[in-house]
């Protein structure tokens, strides 16, 4: 497998329930980023993680944990969701550079719907 | 913080005509200027970049040109065919290395009549 993938790519779940999402990325980038994709917010960046430490929270609730275990994979945990987080979930990931911006690489998504 | 602004939300232009989508920034530190295009059911994918020290740049039918004075940017597409169909994204990036500046506008759906 070559890219960023996603697992699930498709996901429903009761508002009590707990589930993971995981992304693993194969091209050897030292970052990588969860968005929420929706009508409502086109492209929300949630989080980012540089080299295994998490560097923004975009004031995104508690009832999403992420988590990166080492630099190739990670893991968006959800628990206790509404309706309303109810989205299009998008890791991506890419090679941070010092003279700054640099391309990201998605994966194909997960899309959640939460009941 | 960084604000950005993109326009039109919706765009429909004749097969061969040209299009063009603008974006607006507010943080004049902002030094890289990406467009990514998102194909229905797909993932947004890079389609051409600018930074801060190059006014415009081209890939074939594609250019970004950057205003840093007026701080907007804005992507053309030429002879447009019915597979530029899709929606496209600008984004924009602080100087710093970190990820976490990066910024996407609110997307411009493209369609293409033929």
């Known amino acids: 497998e070559t890219g960023v993938t996603q697992t699930p790519r498709h996901l429903v779940m009761g508002m009590t329930n707990k589930k993971s999402l995981k992304c693993e990325q194969h091209?050897?980038?030292?970052?990588m980023y969860w968005y929420k994709q929706s009508a409502k917010k086109p492209l929300e960046l949630m989080f980012v993680?540089?080299?295994?430490?998490?560097?923004e929270n975009n004031s995104v609730p508690s009832r999403f944990s992420p988590e990166c275990p080492n630099s190739s994979h990670l893991f968006l945990h959800l628990h206790t969701l509404q309706p309303e987080d109810s989205a299009l979930y998008l890791c991506?990931?890419?090679?941070?550079?010092?003279?700054?911006?640099?391309?990201?690489?998605f994966g194909p998504g997960t899309r959640l719907t939460v009941l | 913080g960084e604000n950005v602004e993109q326009h039109p939300s919706t765009l429909s232009v004749q097969e061969g005509d040209s299009a063009v989508i603008k974006c607006t920034y507010s943080?004049?530190?902002?030094?890289?200027f990406p467009w990514y295009k998102q194909e229905l059911g797909k993932r947004p994918q890079l389609i051409i970049d600018i930074r801060s020290n190059v006014g415009e740049k081209k890939d074939q039918r594609i250019a970004v040109t950057l205003n840093k004075t007026a701080k907007h940017f804005s992507l053309h597409i030429t002879e447009t065919q019915p597979e530029d169909s899709a929606v496209y994204f600008c984004a924009v990036q602080g100087r710093y290395s970190s990820a976490s500046k990066i910024i996407f506008g609110s997307g411009t759906r493209l369609s293409i009549r033929p």
């Open positions: 991506a990931s890419s090679q941070v550079i010092t003279s700054g911006g640099h391309e990201q690489f």
């Open positions: 993680y540089n080299f295994k430490e998490q560097t």
């Open positions: 943080d004049s530190a902002s030094n890289y």
């Open positions: 091209l050897g980038h030292n970052a």
